[in-house]
Every structure is written in C-alpha cells, then in structure tokens.
C-alpha cells in the first residue's frame, strides 16, 4: 500500500497568545489566525503552519482543523471565490497562508 501523496490544503484557526515583536496591536490579548495550508496529511498541516508561526515571532497556543476544501463543501459551508483563490494559492505554492487576523481583547 503506497502513502499518498497529493497535497491538500486544509483550512485551520490558530490561537495565538502574546510575544514580543509578533505584530497584534498593542491592546491585543492574542488572536485567532484563520489559515489556508497545505500538506500530505491534516497533521503535516498543522505541523507546518505551527512552525512558520513560531518563525514569524508568533506564539501558537491551539489548532482546530476545519477540514478540506471537499470536505468543508460536504458540510455545506459556502465558500467564496476568494477563499477558493487562497486555497488555490496554497496549494500550488505549497504554502501556509494567513487569511484573516481577529485580536482579541479583554
């Protein structure tokens, strides 16, 4: 049995907390990232994007995967043409891309 190897790109949200230099807004408590990645597996996903973060000087807390784009559309999530474009771009560049920052405040 051969490991497949197709890249999917998973749709993750990421908590992120507070770290010097990380870019939040001052008043920010942490955030949460929703983030477009790619990888063989959800794991690898989670994995990648967990290590760019830390990269950008950002501190990850907690991962929800939110599934593929086959998978979110069986769910019945309505997906823009935005969206898709960045899943897209995700996945031809086999990258992690960031789509949307929401901080938080106390």
Same mark, same amino acid.
């Given at each position: /049995?051969?490991?497949?190897?197709?890249?999917?790109?998973?749709?993750?949200?990421? =908590?992120?907390?507070? *770290?010097?230099?990380?870019?939040?807004?001052?008043?920010?408590?942490g955030a949460a990232l929703m983030v477009y990645a790619s990888g063989v597996d959800e794991a690898e996903a989670v994995r990648e994007t967990v290590a760019i973060? *830390?990269?950008?000087? /950002?501190?990850? #807390?907690?991962?929800?995967? $939110?599934?593929? #784009?086959? =998978?979110?559309?069986?769910?019945? $999530?309505?997906?823009?043409?935005?969206?898709?474009? #960045? /899943?897209?771009?995700?996945?031809?560049?086999?990258?992690?891309?960031?789509?949307?920052?929401?901080?938080? $405040?106390?």
């Amino acid at each position: /049995m051969s490991r497949d190897t197709t890249q999917q790109v998973y749709t993750l949200v990421v =908590e992120v907390g507070r *770290k010097a230099g990380d870019g939040l807004p001052d008043a920010a408590t942490g955030a949460a990232l929703m983030v477009y990645a790619s990888g063989v597996d959800e794991a690898e996903a989670v994995r990648e994007t967990v290590a760019i973060l *830390k990269q950008a000087g /950002m501190a990850p #807390l907690d991962v929800t995967g $939110h599934g593929t #784009l086959a =998978e979110r559309e069986a769910e019945g $999530h309505e997906i823009d043409t935005e969206e898709r474009a #960045l /899943m897209a771009r995700a996945r031809d560049e086999n990258a992690v891309i960031v789509a949307q920052v929401t901080p938080f $405040h106390d």
